[in-house]
């Protein structure tokens, strides 16, 4: 740990929302709350109806599962801290808890991603090859995909903690947000960033984009098998349900590319914060509605294996947003 005039740095202060008046603090307080908790029991509901209900035991009902399971840990990483500033006022956070907040939120962050590409290759799967759709997507095969998605964001979490215990602390102790983002942080170490940063940016870019890329040729294939569905009401139905997962890749994306693309250093510290309190508190509390098990995807029964319908919510869950 570095020091500048004897001074060791032990604990940082998260400056983050500090210039909001103390009425407006005290009003979101409650209403993060609201939210987290909204989130958490959501979540948790989708995670435990999964797992229970036997007629739930498809592949994108078990990625949605691991989905929800993520999203209580992804918005627990940094809602949780940003609830006790806001309530009491304790800004401080101890170098380790800081840096295994970061490591774990960027880590988390990766599994999401890449279930994502997951959860968008079902899909494909399930529209533009129906009949192999058992065939393809065995219950082994989910596994092994969920799995390998686990182990590469346990191995990005060991990645971001290795990077961060290279860096040195001179004194200044005063994080520019709410939460151990990049950025704030690397502006405060003594220690020569410039090959820690560009790395960590390549990774995160990398791991963003072709993400991204993936996902959007699986939906390029999806909207040309649609459009090839000879049933309007079946076009209907499948471009319903589309529509409302890409708002999630929308809000998902979105904020991430704002936040972490290079010309987001220019951002004020006003924006980026709300940019990224969007991207830990709304999105998570959003999932358990887009990916409600409303009663009608619940009660339908599975058909024979291997007739997997494209309309089906059985092959094709339902993700309508509704409220």
């Not at 008046?21 to 948790?44: E, H, I, K, W």
């Not at 969920?146 to 990645?159: D, S, T």
């Not at 619940?298 to 089906?312: F, R, T």
Request: proline share 3%; aromatic share 14%.
């Amino acid at each position: 740990m570095g020091t500048r005039n004897g001074t060791v740095v032990s604990e940082f202060i998260l400056t983050g929302f500090s210039g909001l008046d103390q009425r407006l603090q005290l009003f979101l307080c409650p209403v993060l709350l609201l939210m987290y908790l909204t989130t958490v029991m959501g979540n948790a509901a989708i995670v435990f109806l999964v797992c229970v209900d036997n007629r739930l035991q498809t592949p994108m009902y078990y990625f949605i599962g691991n989905l929800a399971f993520l999203e209580i840990w992804f918005t627990s990483s940094t809602s949780i801290k940003l609830l006790v500033i806001l309530s009491s006022g304790r800004k401080t956070i101890s170098v380790s808890g800081c840096f295994a907040q970061s490591s774990f939120y960027f880590a988390l962050g990766a599994v999401e991603f890449s279930l994502l590409v997951v959860m968008s290759f079902d899909r494909y799967v399930a529209i533009c090859q129906p009949l192999r759709y058992a065939a393809i997507m065995k219950h082994q095969l989910c596994i092994q995909l969920v799995a390998a998605v686990w182990v590469m964001g346990f191995m990005f979490l060991i990645y971001r903690l290795v990077l961060l215990s290279k860096l040195t602390f001179c004194g200044l102790n005063k994080i520019q947000h709410f939460f151990g983002d990049n950025t704030p942080l690397f502006q405060l170490s003594c220690s020569d960033v410039t090959l820690l940063w560009k790395t960590d940016a390549f990774f995160i870019l990398f791991i963003v984009l072709s993400s991204l890329c993936l996902t959007v040729a699986s939906y390029t294939c999806i909207f040309f098998c649609i459009l090839q569905m000879p049933a309007a009401s079946a076009r209907r139905k499948a471009f319903a349900t589309c529509s409302s997962h890409l708002t999630t890749l929308a809000i998902v994306y979105g904020s991430c590319i704002a936040l972490y693309a290079p010309s987001s250093g220019h951002v004020s510290l006003e924006t980026n914060s709300i940019v990224a309190l969007l991207n830990t508190v709304l999105y998570p509390f959003l999932n358990p509605f887009i990916y409600s098990l409303r009663n009608k995807a619940v009660m339908l029964k599975e058909g024979p294996e291997g007739s997997h319908d494209p309309c089906n919510s059985t092959a094709f869950p339902l993700t309508v947003m509704h409220f």
